[in-house]
Structure formats: C-alpha cells, structure tokens
C-alpha cells in the first residue's frame, strides 16, 4: 500500500497549480459538470496508464519538446473556441456531449506529456515496480486535485456574468499555450 499512498501524494502535490489544473478550472466554467468529471478522469486514467506502463519509454518516443509544443498549440486553439458564445437554452445533440468529451479527454493527455506529474509518476513507477497500486495512486491523486480545480470553476460559474467567464477561459487558455510554447523553445535553446 505504500506504492498507492506515495504515487498518490507526489502526484497530487505536483498536479497543484499546474496548467492542467488550471485547464480543468476553466473546462469547469465551460461544460456541464458530468461531462467535465468524466472527461477529466478519463483523460487522467488513460494518461497515467501510459505513464505508469511505459514509464520513461514515452520520453524516448515522443521528445517532451514535441508534445510541449502540440499541447502549447492546442491550448491556444481552446482559448479561440472558448471565446464563441454558447447557447444555454438550447438542447445539445449527442455529438457535441461527446465531442466536449472528447476535447476534454485529449487536452488532459496531450498536456500532461512531458509534465512534471508525468515524471513523477514514472519516478515512482520505476521504484515500486507496482503498477496497480502506482497507477491507482497518481491517477486518484492528478484527479483529486483536478476536482477540487473544476469546482472552483462551477462556483465561479454561478457568481460571475457568461463574458467574463468566456473571455477569462479563453485567457486561460491562450495564456497557457503560449507559456508552454515559451518554456519549451526556451529549454530547447538553453
């Protein structure tokens, strides 16, 4: 059990104020909360199952500047979708539920290669050489601190007018692209 309890607390730590957590805030601003929760795990269980199975091979794959830069790009490309004007009252077909879904899902996995919880997950993946318990850990722990992030969102949500939230996500959003952009060719000339 201390291979759960370590992943857990690592992970859960090092997801604190990372973009993914500010992600999920704004995803939480965005779309209905079912849809955020389970687009939030399921993106987080599938990333951590690569994570905890692969360990470092991914890093060996798919160099951490590549990813950084799709996920600085993608990032971007959500911040100009959040700033079109959604229509509560109306009633979404089943292919936007899932393409919310979907968006949610592969934002979490493309931004957390290469990320600070992705290397602490392998770190302790490669010392307990315990991959149920490991991946049970990290993913409870990313996914804790996620929900205490999409939360916050839904309470901003109610407490603020649909602009401000729109252009605050899009900010977010756009804000978190072009850091990652900025860090990765900066690690990539220094």
Not at 120 to 125: D, F, L, N, Q
Request: hydrophobic content about 55%.
């Amino acid at each position: 059990m201390n291979s759960f309890w370590q992943a857990f607390a690592i992970v859960f730590v090092s997801e604190m104020g990372d973009k993914t957590q500010v992600v999920s805030f704004a995803f939480g601003t965005q779309y209905g909360l079912l849809t955020v929760l389970l687009g939030v795990f399921i993106g987080v269980a599938a990333m951590m199952s690569l994570t905890v199975a692969v360990g470092d091979g991914v890093s060996r794959l798919i160099p951490a500047f590549w990813m950084n830069i799709a996920s600085g790009v993608l990032f971007i490309i959500f911040g100009l979708w959040a700033l079109r004007k959604h229509k509560p009252e109306e009633e979404k077909p089943v292919t936007a539920k899932f393409g919310a879904l979907l968006a949610i899902v592969s934002t979490f996995i493309i931004a957390e290669l290469g990320d600070k919880t992705v290397f602490a997950s392998m770190t302790v993946a490669g010392q307990q050489h315990s991959y149920l318990l490991v991946w049970l850990g990290s993913t409870l722990g990313m996914y804790l601190a996620d929900v205490i992030a999409i939360v916050c969102g839904r309470v901003m949500r109610k407490q603020l007018p649909e602009k401000a939230l729109r252009y605050g996500s899009a900010a977010i959003f756009i804000l978190a692209g072009l850091y990652t952009l900025a860090n990765a060719l900066i690690n990539r000339v220094g």
